[in-house]
């Protein structure tokens, strides 16, 4: 127990302590309103009131007030930070102020200018700024409407400045007026959008007579004959609120002046005299001068005559989310065909003071005479996104969304995100009105023009720069994305407009006028332009530039397709760089209009994994811009090449026709670094090469050596294939020309050549330690030429395989070629090189093909297959190790040609269903250490006219069942008159006629 005091003790002292330095300490209260209290009701008049002012008079900083349902009568004036103001709910706790005299807080000039059905004001806070204020759950209705006047009429008597105003169709109580205001809102000028005031205080009045002090305020201060007249108990008014409207004064529904961190919530504003829910600085104070942290959430703000929700002179983030405003318009007074006044939800920051930020989500923004969501000026970094912003269509400027710079520069609006939004059935959708580095991205648009003429932009860039529209969806009766410079002549430039969907627009899908300059297109999707006049011009383009627009705009990657008019139109007398766009067909030059340079472009629509690229011009500039997996289709045509065509990525290469698509190189020795006139040097991923000619190959620099086209170090998994070419080499003995030569290939790369044509070269294909596997099928290799070197002459060689210091233990493949019209040989198999070093080959496949090039020449140059082992150390180590020889013709030699030639050590051969005829010697097995494994089955071997078979190596050829040209057997050291065979040939039996 002494404990327990001791400690009681302590808390009590410092208590003391805090209350001694802190002042006096007091509970949060929280006061109750009801309109059904009454004196009688306990806590009256210090917790329990009737009004609602009584209790916020009564109130402390962190109190809250709970107002209960009913309906409420009174202007209110909030001046105590850290007050919640909390009604029973929308429709439920009404502020009903129709016909009531405003709640004048202020006196002295402009005081006008603050008033509000709710004012939150640090005008009376003692800092003179208000802080922490919450209204929640009320009904604020018909402020300003209907206010109270005593008279009206027109001045009849003579122009004075007299104080006596006499009017004889009026008649009132003697002295009723005394104290009351007179206001000549005759005094004005007709000029100005807000005509000037005049007034007065009266101090006595006859039944006709109204006698007044000096009007002031005016443009003359006198009265004229024929001025209207008001009489107020109050002193001033909105004369342009009045004078049009006559039962509207210029009141707010909720105000908030200098305030922070203010919170309007799940309010109900509606049918007030100028405006909804607004903030801004309060007159007449010294400090702060804006508000900070305000934020109006849920809300429906519907009927005004401006704005519905107006969040200006504002510093930093606010807050404008889950609100519904509608409805809020107003006829211009000196134009009745104008709508221009009412605005759904407008924020701007201060020039002096800092910018606003911070988001406007999730609302509801419909009908609205003029814009939907403005960000008027002194702007940096508000976020507007997922809001429904519909049908402000009512005026000619109008627009959905509108960002605007004050004082015509953009750096007043910037860093902002318009995100998100379906903003639909307006005449114009978003704008960018001296705005920058905003960002406009995945909105929704649809235009309506109502009742206005039809061409207005669903976006339009402004006299800004650095803005970003991105991926937005449009459908319009106007253009879709209207850029320009402004009536003042501030730029339009560097922005980026990429993604975005224009379908069905009107006139032009983008159009660019008024020195609009370097902007850049890119991945836009532009089809069904519609045919619209505007002015002197028709047309229905995906892009239309006109005369006066700017230069250096960019367009790349975009779908232009399907528009009644141009797919493109420039009337500048500069070329427009449109490269790489898809046209909507193969050829684009009758979709464009002008000087527009659209070479190359893409053969199918942005979109996919991997794009396809036109070109009628520079093959390599296209190349270069490609990103690996695309396709460059060539229009057909010749292209010079001065050096050579180089890949760097994998790709598809592909001419239009091969007969009629030209690469022509230079023929001659230049500077390259890889050999031939198509480069593929260390390309991962697939690379395919089509339908072009290839001629004049280029000699690599201080070599000998050249090629159509090379493919060299082929990484792991890479794929090759070329097909449907056609290559012709220099036709010169001197050239040692090849056509397509692959080398260094990884053992899991792929390669295949397929349906080409190659002839007037030294070799036709040669696949040089390609350890991955090969498919060499359908080519025509014809006319090749000897290569001479000095007193030497070597044989053309159609298709050569080579490894050495490695094994290629893949399947290759030579199938359905046909080699022809040459002297040489026909397919060469080399495993190992006598001076570099060993290598073999272990699944080879010959199969099908067609030789009749052999020819007439030295006996070791004119063969149809030749499988040479060309050891540097073992004959094991190299050659060639299972091969299929298959079902291949090989005719048509002379002196000296072999039809298959096995030289040295290989094993595993099978010579199966070829025809072997009309040759100097069918086949020749050529070994000094023996043939193992060497078979020659079903074959039709005969019209040979020294040896069908001839083995020179000591181990027996199985060379059972074939058909030696006659039924008897084969000749030589056989019993028959067929083709001869030699000794080590196991021929018996034999077909007695051709194998099918």
């Given at each position: ?372 969501i403005i960000l008027a000026k002194y702007i940096d970094g508000v976020t507007v996104e997922n ?83 991105k991926d937005n969806d449009i459908s319009c009766d106007g253009t879709g994305i209207t850029v ?407 005719t048509t030699g002379g002196t000296g040609s072999k039809g298959i030639v096995i030289d040295g ?92």
């Amino acid at each position: 127990m002494k404990k327990m005091i001791a400690i009681g003790t302590v808390f009590i002292m410092v208590l003391v302590a805090f209350i001694a330095i802190n002042g006096n300490v007091s509970a949060a209260t929280t006061l109750y309103v009801d309109d059904d209290y009454d004196s009688l009701t306990p806590g009256w008049g210090t917790t329990h009131f009737d009004k609602i002012q009584d209790a916020i008079d009564a109130a402390s900083s962190g109190d809250t007030i709970m107002v209960a349902a009913g309906t409420y009568a009174e202007y209110l004036h909030i001046t105590t930070d850290d007050l919640t103001i909390e009604g029973a709910g929308i429709d439920k706790s009404v502020i009903d102020l129709n016909g009531l005299t405003p709640y004048w807080h202020y006196s002295g000039s402009g005081s006008f200018a603050s008033r509000a059905g709710v004012l939150i004001t640090g005008y009376g806070s003692p800092d003179q700024i208000i802080e922490d204020v919450t209204f929640r759950g009320f009904t604020v209705k018909n402020a300003g409407l209907n206010p109270p006047t005593t008279a009206t009429g027109t001045h009849t008597a003579v122009a004075s400045s007299t104080t006596t105003l006499t009017d004889s169709t009026k008649s009132w109580a003697t002295d009723a007026l005394v104290g009351q205001w007179i206001h000549n809102y005759g005094d004005k000028d007709p000029a100005d959008w807000n005509p000037a005031r005049s007034y007065g205080l009266i101090t006595g009045n006859d039944a006709t007579t109204v006698t007044v002090a000096s009007l002031s305020k005016g443009k003359e201060n006198d009265w004229d004959t024929g001025d209207p007249y008001l009489i107020t108990p109050y002193e001033e008014f909105h004369n342009t609120i009045w004078i049009h409207h006559p039962n509207y004064d210029g009141l707010r529904g909720i105000a908030i002046g200098n305030g922070k961190d203010v919170l309007i919530q799940n309010c109900k504003v509606t049918r007030c005299g100028v405006g909804g829910i607004s903030s801004g600085y309060a007159r007449l104070v010294s400090t702060h001068k804006y508000s900070e942290g305000i934020t109006v959430d849920n809300c429906i703000v519907t009927d005004h005559l401006t704005s519905g929700i107006s969040i200006g002179q504002h510093v930093g983030a606010l807050t404008v989310t889950n609100n519904i405003v509608e409805r809020n318009k107003r006829p211009d007074y000196v134009d009745a065909s104008r709508e221009n006044a009412g605005r759904g939800i407008e924020v701007s920051g201060t020039k002096y003071y800092g910018k606003a930020s911070g988001l406007i989500a999730n609302n509801k923004v419909n009908d609205n005479g003029f814009e939907g969501i403005i960000l008027a000026k002194y702007i940096d970094g508000v976020t507007v996104e997922n809001n429904k912003v519909t049908k402000h269509n009512l005026d000619q400027d109008g627009a959905g969304i509108f960002l605007y710079g004050d004082k015509s520069n953009p750096a007043n609006c910037k860093n902002n995100i318009i995100r998100d939004n379906k903003v639909e059935k307006n005449i114009r959708g978003i704008v960018g009105y001296y705005a920058s580095y905003s960002t406009i991205e995945g909105n929704k648009i649809k235009t309506d023009s109502g009742a206005f003429p039809e061409g207005q932009g669903a976006i339009k860039i402004d006299g800004s720069n650095n803005m970003l529209v991105k991926d937005n969806d449009i459908s319009c009766d106007g253009t879709g994305i209207t850029v320009q410079n402004t009536w003042n002549d501030v730029e339009s430039y560097d922005n980026t407009f990429t993604g975005n969907t224009i379908k069905k627009a009107k006139f032009a899908g983008i159009y660019i006028r008024a020195g609009a300059h370097d902007n850049e297109f890119t991945y836009n999707t532009i089809k069904e332009t519609k045919i619209l006049t505007r002015g002197t011009e028709t047309q229905a383009d995906g892009v239309f530039i006109n005369d006066d627009a700017g230069t250096g705009n960019v367009f790349h990657y975009n779908t232009i397709e399907k528009n009644k008019g141009d797919s493109m139109e420039s009337q500048i007398t500069a070329t427009i760089d449109a490269e790489f766009n898809y046209w909507g067909d193969k050829d684009p030059s009758d979709d464009v209009v002008g000087n527009v340079d659209y070479d190359p472009w893409l053969g199918k629509k942005v979109g996919g994994k991997h794009q396809e690229y036109h070109t009628a011009t520079d093959i390599q500039y296209t190349i270069d811009e490609t990103s690996a997996g695309d396709t460059v289709k060539v229009h057909a045509g010749t292209y010079n090449v001065a050096t050579q065509i180089t890949i760097d990525k994998a790709l598809k290469l592909k001419g239009e026709d091969a007969a009629t698509t030209i690469i022509n190189g230079p023929g001659s020795s230049v500077n390259i670094p890889c050999e031939g006139l198509i480069a593929v040097d260390g390309v991962s991923g697939d690379v395919t090469i089509e339908k072009f000619t290839l001629q004049n190959a280029p000699e690599r620099a201080f070599t000998w050596s050249t090629s159509l086209l090379v493919v060299k170090n082929l990484p792991a998994n890479a794929k090759v294939t070329i097909k449907d070419n056609i290559l012709v080499g220099r036709n010169n003995n001197n050239a040692f020309d090849t056509g397509i030569w692959i080398g260094e290939g990884s053992s899991t790369s792929q390669v295949t050549i397929k349906d080409n044509d190659l002839s007037r070269m030294f070799t036709g294909i040669l696949l040089e330690r390609m350890l991955g596997p090969s498919n060499v099928e359908k080519n025509d290799i014809h006319h090749l030429v000897a290569g001479v070197w000095g007193p030497f002459t070597s044989a053309p060689q159609g298709l050569r395989y080579l490894t050495y210091l490695g094994d290629v233990n893949t399947e290759q493949l030579a199938k359905k070629n046909t080699f022809r019209n040459y002297a040489g040989y026909c397919i060469c198999v080399q495993g190992g090189h006598a001076w570099i070093g060993d290598g073999k080959f272990t699944d080879m496949k010959i199969k099908d093909n067609t030789l009749n090039a052999i020819g007439s020449g030295p006996e070791d140059a004119h063969v149809g297959i030749v499988l040479l082992n060309d050891y540097a150390t073992s004959y094991s180590a190299s050659g060639v190790h299972n091969a299929e020889i298959t079902g291949n013709t090989i005719t048509t030699g002379g002196t000296g040609s072999k039809g298959i030639v096995i030289d040295g050590h290989n094993t595993g051969i099978e010579i199966h269903k070829n025809t072997i005829t009309a040759l100097e010697t069918g086949i020749l097995v050529q070994a000094t250490v023996g043939t193992p494994g060497i078979t020659v089955n079903k074959n039709n071997i005969y019209g040979n006219t020294n040896y069908g078979l001839n083995n020179l190596a000591s181990s027996t050829v199985d060379a059972e069942n074939n058909w030696w040209g006659h039924k008897s057997g084969p000749g030589g050291i056989g019993p028959g008159s067929g083709d001869a065979v030699s000794a080590y040939v196991d021929y018996d039996p034999w077909l007695k006629k051709k194998a099918k």
